[in-house]
């Protein structure tokens, strides 16, 4: 394998050196524009999933012109087969706390929430006690930023970030139209920065260790690394730091069980490998990487030849199903047409046939759905579906 | 809503009017809003409300046998709430434990890589007569 | 001059100002694009995502009600992606309505069904949803049937209800495939916060919303050779009845109306401007007496402002919402029920017909009448005193059912005693119509002279605004009316209930001075009632404005004191305003309700 990427364990996020008060002071004391230009410089993309470049982002809230602003950490990890989020907040709370600090400071913001999702209430207390502390410090050296956490009520599509924000404002939890984007309005219709808690602590550390250390690890157009939630299948599940654009095949080499038969990439928004095509599959922001290059909030989810990938697609469905926010037609509709078609094959009752009319209404989901919840759930559909044809059938 | 919830598990009526009328706004879209979370109960619970996660890598790891050993043992189904106000056994979506999979919550309490024998001592605690073990 | 950003629609160039969607701009070159959600009274939800379009250089279509238009725009209306992913959302939402469209109340009158017809859905390949679901329909109440299985979730209804009328009787419920509209807890529309107003069915685009109809009832009691049966017309009806029967907004129709309901065999044909007319003799002595009280007998006890009573929409709001100040509404029926009171009375008598065989039925731009009829109080003749209360658009299908060629058919005018008009009692069908009517009659009362303004035309009550404020100074009163002498009379008019709920909030802060307030609940007051013509918006409630005002000037009487039958009501029954039978017949009472 001449193009093969080896396998690279990487520690940054969770390294813990304890010196997260030398870094906030540090780095506040370097012009907003020098931030911006390092982050840029990195070419940190939004781990969350979209892989929007945090950079940019940050300097379009910066330009933004208001007198209040906010910072969101999105900690509403909801994507099924990730728990990264989690364990950053428990286990290095300090990094992301300075990085909303220095997100705020660069952006002019003076207030940070994290929203919590509900299922992680658990975490609250501890995080409570490291904001304490924190904006202890933060008074200290007279750098005024606040943090509260939000707790979540259930509800994956409030990962979405508007529909976050429209939670947060203690509404239904519906994504918005965009434009505006949260840039120019967010929270409470005053420009936000909302980044999701792993791009955080990549902030962290490129605040510490420069762009370039960071610019250098992965690939091109994704730079950096990486935690992957690894779930199914799999002798090691658990957390993982892995430099970027790997290909898949590696990862079922470290990973597997000796009888992966695909894997899930991205949750269950995300896409379904095959065996035949993991050594064609790179993973990283899209980009001119060869073969597919799958894009993710870093859920991997491993499944052995014992596993029906109909059970799955099935699972995925009712996930989506239930957790639509229900105000667009095909998100709403789509949603329960899928499930209920692909039953209605795998019953005998609906031609196989049917599972192209079901790809092309997926389509037309992602096309036409007002947020990313339908739009991707075209990505889980097809890639199962195309794939593993034959167990879709009666 | 939330701290609601946490003191009486469940919006009544009385409850969702009073927060319509503490911060003025109508008693529809308190009710609108509370049925769009799943953790925003409108319905009257037990004290402890389990939740099984059902999706897929924790369906993969034995979530059924889990479910049917906590349906066996306090004779409820799902969606269901024990005669003695105790308990209510609900499913939800990922929990993020999958790779200690099968998790449930009981209340904001964590238990992962449930097994039937598991899952059957972690509710004998729950259990306990004086009902102050785990609030 | 606002800015302009240039792009292009389906290849041709357009200029338009920054802010503007692509809808609008489509709008501007004459190309439709499809809406479901978007409504021109509401704001904008892009929710039902049929107003896609394609941007050239994006993957994802754009909604177009939705997206700003932006420099350098290259717009697909109709290409073959948008044609295609458009048809697929709208079988989606048919496999989610039960299309039974032949049994339908709003068959022929269904955004979705022309949707459906227009890109010609003849096959369902998706599964049907609707049989999946337990749907029931909530027919409680007297005004408004809610049936869910015809639901798209559009949520024009919940905004018209929260935007338009701030009344949030309707929400939106539970997420994903549950998501759905009701109420609070889900309770029947009965038993909420509803005003019965109606605006919720003007703004649905289907049929999941609608009026709850009493046409067979009126067939039956017009069949009834036992049974003489009477009909009153609301002002607002005729301006808009034509628009139902494929006339243009804005035509005026009274005296073909007439005729058809003469036609459709209705014993007597009458006109609510005639108690329209009596409600302004009545309120106005009531809002003169309370002024006497407040200023000549310093009673602090007397409820200031005094707010106007005609619209049942707005009277179970207040009583919903502001119930401390029901003290303050005028005591005045609205004139449906004062009509329905003396029909069964002062007109039964002098007809010599027995009240218990006369079916009174009334012509309604509105729902919240068939509530008001439905109150337990409006029993005061010794029965009930409307019985059916049919919106103008019931009856445009009688008309229709009775095969009449409203085209065709020739003018006439209504029946005696009980039927004439005045141009007074016309503008009630408008916002600040009672106002300006009420002012004509008693300003001449107070000072023997006509209105200062030109024409009788009170132009600072006329218009659209939301809320208007008007004062009038009293010069030279007749000796009666001394005290009044220097004193600026101040009102207000308010429609639609969001904006009574801002006068409301005013009035209770203490801001407002107001004496005299009027409001109506619907937008554009009773022309623009929840029983008339779908579709509304701004421009068709303007046209029918503006019919009704011409209607007034076509009057050679205008005002309300000068009603030759009012007169000889007063002379040969009532005797004074606010006198005994007056007060037995004419007045009411209010009830307190909860607000949440």
């Known amino acids: 394998m001449a193009n093969s990427h080896q396998l690279k364990r990487v520690d940054f996020i969770f390294r813990n050196e304890n010196d997260w008060e030398k870094i906030l002071s540090n780095t506040i004391k370097k012009k907003p524009e020098e931030l911006v230009n390092e982050l840029m410089s990195s070419e940190l993309k939004g781990r969350g999933g979209a892989g929007f470049p945090t950079g940019l982002k940050w300097k379009f809230t910066a330009e933004a012109k208001s007198e209040k602003k906010y910072v969101i950490c999105n900690a509403d990890e909801g994507e099924p087969g990730t728990f990264k989020d989690r364990e950053i907040l428990s286990r290095v709370p300090y990094k992301v706390l300075t990085a909303m600090a220095v997100c705020g400071y660069v952006t002019g913001a003076n207030e940070g929430f994290i929203y919590l999702r509900g299922e992680y209430k658990f975490l609250q207390p501890?995080?409570?006690?490291?904001?304490?502390?924190?904006?202890?410090?933060?008074?200290?050296?007279?750098?005024?930023?606040?943090?509260?956490?939000?707790?979540?009520?259930?509800?994956?599509?409030?990962?979405?970030?508007?529909?976050?924000?429209?939670?947060?404002?203690?509404?239904?939890?519906?994504?918005?139209?965009?434009?505006?984007?949260?840039?120019?309005?967010?929270?409470?219709?005053?420009?936000?920065?909302?980044?999701?808690?792993?791009?955080?602590?990549?902030?962290?550390?490129?605040?510490?260790?420069?762009?370039?250390?960071?610019?250098?690890?992965?690939?091109?157009?994704?730079?950096?690394?990486?935690?992957?939630?690894?779930?199914?299948?799999?002798?090691?599940?658990?957390?993982?730091?892995?430099?970027?654009?790997?290909?898949?095949?590696?990862?079922?080499?470290?990973?597997?069980?000796?009888?992966?038969?695909?894997?899930?990439?991205?949750?269950?928004?995300?896409?379904?490998?095959?065996?035949?095509?993991?050594?064609?599959?790179?993973i990283g922001f899209k980009g001119k990487l060869r073969g597919i290059s799958l894009p993710t909030g870093g859920s991997m989810m491993l499944f052995n030849s014992s596993r029906s990938m109909f059970n799955v697609l099935d699972n995925y469905l009712e996930f989506f199903r239930e957790e639509s926010c229900g105000q667009c037609t095909p998100c709403r509709v789509g949603c329960q047409q899928l499930l209920l078609g692909i039953k209605a094959v795998k019953r005998g009752d609906k031609p196989a046939a049917y599972l192209d009319k079901l790809i092309r209404l997926t389509e037309t989901m992602q096309y036409t759905a007002k947020c990313g919840l339908g739009q991707s759930v075209a990505n889980s559909f097809s890639s199962i579906v195309e794939n593993f044809r034959e167990e879709m059938i009666y | 809503m939330q701290g609601v919830v946490e003191r009486e598990s469940f919006l009544s009526e009385h409850s969702m009017v009073e927060i319509a009328r503490e911060i003025e706004i109508p008693a529809a879209d308190v009710y609108g809003t509370a049925t769009f979370y799943s953790f925003l109960e409108t319905k009257p619970t037990g004290k402890f409300i389990i939740r099984v996660c059902k999706t897929i890598t924790c369906a993969m790891k034995g979530k059924t046998q889990v479910l049917f050993a906590i349906q066996d043992m306090l004779k409820i189904k799902m969606g269901d709430t024990t005669p003695d106000k105790r308990f209510t056994l609900l499913e939800t979506n990922c929990l993020g434990w999958c790779h200690k999979a099968p998790a449930m919550l009981v209340n904001d309490d964590v238990y992962t890589e449930l097994t039937p024998e598991k899952v059957r001592d972690i509710l004998t605690k729950y259990m306990d007569k004086n009902g102050n073990f785990h609030n | 001059?606002?800015?302009?950003?240039?792009?292009?629609?389906?290849?041709?160039?357009?200029?338009?100002?920054?802010?503007?969607?692509?809808?609008?701009?489509?709008?501007?070159?004459?190309?439709?694009?499809?809406?479901?959600?978007?409504?021109?009274?509401?704001?904008?939800?892009?929710?039902?995502?049929?107003?896609?379009?394609?941007?050239?250089?994006?993957?994802?279509?754009?909604?177009?009600?939705?997206?700003?238009?932006?420099?350098?725009?290259?717009?697909?209306?109709?290409?073959?992606?948008?044609?295609?992913?458009?048809?697929?959302?709208?079988?989606?939402?048919?496999?989610?309505?039960?299309?039974?469209?032949?049994?339908?109340?709003?068959?022929?009158?269904?955004?979705?069904?022309?949707?459906?017809?227009?890109?010609?859905?003849?096959?369902?390949?998706?599964?049907?949803?609707?049989?999946?679901?337990?749907?029931?329909?909530?027919?409680?109440?007297?005004?408004?049937?809610?049936?869910?299985?015809?639901?798209?979730?559009?949520?024009?209804?919940?905004?018209?209800?929260?935007?338009?009328?701030?009344?949030?009787?309707?929400?939106?419920?539970?997420?994903?495939?549950?998501?759905?509209?009701?109420?609070?807890?889900?309770?029947?529309?009965?038993?909420?916060?509803?005003?019965?107003?109606?605006?919720?069915?003007?703004?649905?685009?289907?049929?999941?919303?609608?009026?709850?109809?009493?046409?067979?009832?009126?067939?039956?009691?017009?069949?009834?050779?036992?049974?003489?049966?009477?009909?009153?017309?609301?002002?607002?009806?005729?301006?808009?009845?034509?628009?139902?029967?494929?006339?243009?907004?804005?035509?005026?129709?009274?005296?073909?109306?007439?005729?058809?309901?003469?036609?459709?065999?209705?014993?007597?044909?009458?006109?609510?401007?005639?108690?329209?007319?009596?409600?302004?003799?009545?309120?106005?002595?009531?809002?003169?007496?309370?002024?006497?009280?407040?200023?000549?007998?310093?009673?602090?006890?007397?409820?200031?402002?005094?707010?106007?009573?005609?619209?049942?929409?707005?009277?179970?709001?207040?009583?919903?919402?502001?119930?401390?100040?029901?003290?303050?509404?005028?005591?005045?029926?609205?004139?449906?029920?004062?009509?329905?009171?003396?029909?069964?009375?002062?007109?039964?008598?002098?007809?010599?017909?027995?009240?218990?065989?006369?079916?009174?039925?009334?012509?309604?731009?509105?729902?919240?009448?068939?509530?008001?009829?439905?109150?337990?109080?409006?029993?005061?003749?010794?029965?009930?005193?409307?019985?059916?209360?049919?919106?103008?658009r019931e009856l445009a299908i009688l008309i229709k059912q009775a095969g009449l060629d409203f085209e065709k058919i020739e003018p006439v005018k209504y029946d005696r005693l009980m039927g004439d008009s005045t141009g007074a009692g016309v503008i009630f069908g408008a916002t600040g119509g009672v106002m300006e009517a009420a002012l004509r009659t008693v300003y001449e009362i107070v000072t023997g002279r006509e209105?200062?303004?030109?024409?009788?035309?009170?132009?600072?009550?006329?218009?659209?605004?939301?809320?208007?404020?008007?004062?009038?100074?009293?010069?030279?009163?007749?000796?009666?009316?001394?005290?009044?002498?220097?004193?600026?009379?101040?009102?207000?008019?308010?429609?639609?209930?969001?904006?009574a709920k801002t006068v409301m909030e005013s009035v209770k802060s203490g801001k407002a001075d107001y004496h005299f307030i009027e409001f109506m609940a619907c937008p554009g007051g009773c022309l623009g009632g929840g029983g008339q013509p779908i579709p509304t918006n701004p421009e068709i409630r303007k046209k029918r404005a503006e019919a009704i005002y011409a209607e007034d000037s076509s009057l050679t009487i205008r005002k309300s004191h000068e009603n030759p039958e009012v007169l000889k009501l007063y002379k040969d029954f009532l005797k004074e305003p606010l006198g005994e039978v007056s007060h037995h017949l004419l007045h009411t009472k209010y009830t307190k309700r909860q607000r949440y």
């Open chain 3, 451 to 499: 209105v200062p303004f030109d024409n009788l035309d009170i132009t600072p009550v006329r218009g659209m605004e939301g809320v208007r404020e008007a004062s009038i100074k009293i010069e030279n009163p007749v000796e009666d009316w001394a005290f009044l002498d220097g004193v600026e009379l101040k009102c207000a008019v308010a429609h639609g209930l969001v904006n």
């Open chain 3, 1 to 392: 001059m606002s800015k302009k950003v240039n792009l292009t629609i389906n290849g041709f160039p357009v200029e338009i100002e920054t802010g503007k969607t692509i809808l609008e701009a489509a709008d501007s070159q004459g190309i439709t694009i499809p809406t479901l959600c978007y409504h021109k009274d509401l704001c904008v939800a892009g929710n039902c995502r049929v107003c896609i379009v394609e941007v050239t250089g994006q993957k994802r279509l754009s909604a177009a009600c939705a997206t700003p238009c932006e420099e350098g725009m290259e717009i697909l209306t109709n290409s073959l992606k948008v044609r295609n992913s458009r048809k697929h959302i709208i079988e989606l939402l048919l496999t989610e309505h039960n299309a039974d469209c032949t049994k339908c109340y709003r068959n022929g009158n269904c955004e979705l069904q022309t949707l459906a017809s227009e890109y010609k859905i003849m096959t369902q390949d998706f599964i049907e949803l609707v049989p999946l679901k337990k749907y029931s329909i909530d027919a409680y109440s007297p005004s408004i049937m809610k049936d869910d299985s015809k639901c798209i979730r559009c949520q024009r209804c919940v905004r018209t209800c929260a935007e338009l009328q701030g009344v949030n009787a309707l929400t939106v419920a539970h997420k994903g495939d549950e998501m759905k509209i009701t109420t609070f807890l889900e309770k029947h529309m009965r038993d909420v916060v509803c005003t019965n107003c109606g605006q919720c069915i003007n703004h649905c685009p289907t049929g999941a919303l609608v009026e709850k109809n009493y046409i067979e009832e009126v067939w039956e009691a017009i069949a009834n050779p036992k049974k003489h049966v009477v009909v009153q017309t609301a002002p607002a009806v005729r301006v808009g009845l034509g628009e139902e029967l494929g006339l243009p907004p804005g035509t005026r129709v009274t005296g073909k109306m007439v005729a058809a309901l003469k036609r459709l065999g209705f014993d007597s044909v009458l006109d609510t401007d005639f108690t329209a007319d009596l409600t302004i003799m009545e309120e106005g002595t009531e809002l003169l007496t309370r002024l006497k009280k407040a200023l000549v007998d310093k009673d602090e006890t007397v409820d200031l402002p005094m707010a106007t009573s005609c619209s049942p929409g707005w009277i179970k709001y207040i009583e919903h919402m502001y119930p401390e100040y029901l003290g303050n509404l005028s005591t005045c029926k609205s004139p449906q029920q004062m009509f329905g009171a003396l029909a069964k009375t002062y007109y039964a008598k002098a007809r010599n017909i027995e009240p218990d065989n006369i079916v009174s039925v009334s012509i309604m731009p509105c729902t919240a009448k068939k509530f008001e009829a439905w109150r337990p109080e409006m029993h005061d003749s010794g029965y009930r005193d409307v019985d059916y209360v049919l919106t103008t």
């Open chain 1, 126 to 282: 501890e995080l409570k006690k490291a904001i304490d502390e924190f904006e202890y410090y933060c008074n200290e050296i007279e750098f005024d930023f606040k943090i509260s956490v939000f707790m979540g009520s259930g509800a994956y599509i409030c990962g979405e970030e508007t529909a976050l924000m429209e939670s947060m404002e203690g509404k239904r939890g519906e994504p918005r139209n965009k434009p505006p984007f949260p840039s120019e309005s967010g929270y409470l219709g005053k420009p936000t920065v909302i980044n999701n808690v792993e791009t955080l602590v990549h902030t962290f550390t490129i605040f510490k260790y420069g762009a370039k250390k960071f610019y250098d690890l992965g690939v091109q157009y994704s730079r950096g690394t990486k935690l992957f939630s690894v779930s199914g299948d799999t002798p090691k599940p658990g957390i993982y730091e892995l430099e970027l654009g790997m290909s898949l095949q590696d990862f079922v080499y470290e990973f597997g069980d000796g009888d992966t038969k695909s894997v899930q990439v991205g949750g269950a928004s995300g896409f379904l490998v095959p065996r035949k095509k993991f050594k064609d599959a790179a």
